[in-house]
């Protein structure tokens, strides 16, 4: 079964509807597709918007290293262009995206995210040149490193910042995206802040709290 | 001294909320309070001249300016241009606003072509320079070429128009306590940068009124106006031929000699003569920045 049909009738209905469908028998008599190859495919509608996501993600990526290779993009540029392709993308599903994520409830909403979070951390790990800060990673529980970086940290705050970017063209979100990405580049390179990962270490190995 | 790297990464990070760019108002005052105790400190002990003092807070005033860019920056620009309402020093210092400022990321401008012209940047020119050439309050000039034409691309930096408002309700103050400009100078330049700020918005009009200018002033002597493309423009991308040349202000520091001082400052004259006698139309924006005078003495 085609995803892309499932994925615009899903969001054009959640949209237009502002709830999800009530059965399965709903959505698929609505988008005309058959029930049991939607059984077959996506099995629940979890999965739909979870694939979304991942779907996405995994395009841009795509595109992105395209564009790395052609350009001789530097990890920073890299890094820019996959946060300015992303909200690019996002853009098809914009109406959706607000209807199902209002800004109050994101956080609710996590489990839509997980997959693509774990794709999102799995894939750009080596944007972070910083020894010290791996080093830490590696020390950290894995389920919680596989779903979490600080880069995630700062494309949420920048998902965030388009959710509610009301600006002609998100003019707003492509200035988050340089001062997040910025920032999170500055910092890895910035001497201060190892100086304040090693100080932390070193507390952490004298087991005396500061 | 600030090295490169710092000045980039300055540059690079545009505080675009109220509340950000109110801190660097503030910070900015905090700063210069900072040089004035510096200032009379040392001079307990030895004379430091006015002049380095303003020359001090000059540079903070522009470094904050800097990072905000837009009207903010704008506004340094034009108080740059008046040589009547700010000390010397400050002249030299915002002067820089007029032709140098921060860099975009290039893949904001490879999204920019694709969100304004629906085309990435390949499939309209064979060549395109990754860093800017020039930089301006509003936007910054890459140099393209297309089947050997050489072209200037100037883009806009994001959320410039929708930031325009609060800026100018944010340097207020600075204007009037750290520059101590008059009262009335003050709404002159206020109400001036907020209307050319929105009208400089959008390049559309730029490009159009360009258009009008170059077909009325054809017959000036000694004046060259670029041709615009409109094909390769948009709201936020204005293309231009580009032009070899020496800002005017570099031009006038290498020590032409009289006769060619002559021929530029009579095209100049004859320019806006011609624009307020007969075309009833005003170039906005004439700072030194705006005018180069190219290999063959034309301006």
């Not at chain 1, 494309?155 to 995206?177: K, M, P």
């Not at chain 2, 545009?14 to 910070?27: D, F, L, N």
């Not at chain 2, 918005?201 to 170059?214: P, S």
């Amino acid at each position: 079964m085609e995803k892309s049909p499932v994925f615009k009738a899903y969001t054009e209905f959640v949209w237009l509807n502002n709830r999800e469908p009530h059965s399965i028998a709903e959505f698929c008599t609505y988008a005309n597709i058959d029930p049991v190859a939607f059984k077959t495919t996506f099995g629940q509608f979890k999965n739909i918007r979870q694939q979304l996501l991942t779907t996405v993600f995994d395009e841009v990526w795509e595109r992105v290293e395209q564009a790395a290779a052609e350009n001789d993009y530097s990890l920073r540029e890299k890094c820019l262009a996959l946060f300015f392709t992303l909200a690019e993308a996002f853009g098809a599903y914009r109406d959706y995206l607000k209807t199902r994520y209002p800004l109050k409830e994101l956080g609710a909403l996590v489990e839509d995210w997980r997959p693509f979070n774990k794709l999102f951390v799995a894939k750009t790990q080596h944007f972070q040149q910083n020894e010290r800060v791996n080093w830490l990673r590696d020390k950290l529980p894995g389920k919680l490193t596989d779903e979490v970086s600080s880069l995630l940290m700062g494309w949420n705050y920048v998902f965030r910042v388009w959710l509610a970017d009301e600006s002609e063209e998100q003019a707003t979100t492509d200035a988050a995206i340089e001062k997040t990405v910025h920032l999170y580049f500055d910092l890895s390179e910035n001497k201060q802040f190892e100086k304040v990962l090693d100080f932390g270490k070193f507390i952490a190995t004298t087991k005396v709290r500061l | 001294m600030e090295n490169e790297n710092d000045k980039e990464k300055s540059y690079d990070s545009i505080p675009t909320s109220k509340v950000q760019r109110a801190m660097k108002v503030m910070g900015t005052g905090v700063k210069i309070g900072g040089n004035y105790v510096a200032h009379y400190s040392k001079n307990l002990f030895r004379e430091q001249s006015k002049e380095a003092l303003h020359e001090k807070n000059a540079e903070t005033v522009f470094e904050a300016l800097g990072e905000m860019k837009g009207s903010a920056l704008k506004m340094a620009q034009m108080l740059s241009m008046d040589e009547f309402t700010l000390p010397e020093s400050y002249q030299k210092v915002f002067q820089q606003a007029q032709h140098n400022a921060p860099p975009l990321s290039f893949p904001l401008i490879q999204k920019t072509f694709r969100s304004q012209l629906k085309k990435d940047i390949p499939e309209l020119f064979d060549t395109f320079s990754r860093e800017a050439i020039h930089a301006a309050s509003i936007g910054q000039v890459h140099l393209a070429t297309k089947n050997a034409h050489r072209y200037a691309v100037k883009v806009q930096y994001p959320g410039v128009a929708d930031s325009i408002a609060s800026d100018i309700r944010l340097m207020r103050p600075i204007a009037q306590k750290v520059l101590n400009v008059p009262q009335n100078e003050l709404d002159f330049y206020i109400s001036e940068v907020q209307s050319t700020l929105i009208e400089e918005t959008d390049y559309l009009h730029e490009l159009e009124m360009a258009e009008t200018l170059k077909k009325a002033c054809l017959e000036i002597p000694n004046l060259h106006i670029p041709s615009y493309h409109r094909e390769l423009s948009s709201e936020r991308v204005l293309t231009m031929d580009w032009v070899d040349g020496t800002l005017l202000t570099e031009w006038l520091e290498s020590h032409p000699d009289e006769a060619q001082k002559k021929q530029i400052a009579q095209a100049i004259w004859d320019t806006f003569l011609f624009q307020i006698q007969e075309l009833g139309l005003v170039h906005a924006d004439p700072h030194p920045g705006n005018f180069i005078v190219r290999e063959d003495g034309t301006l």
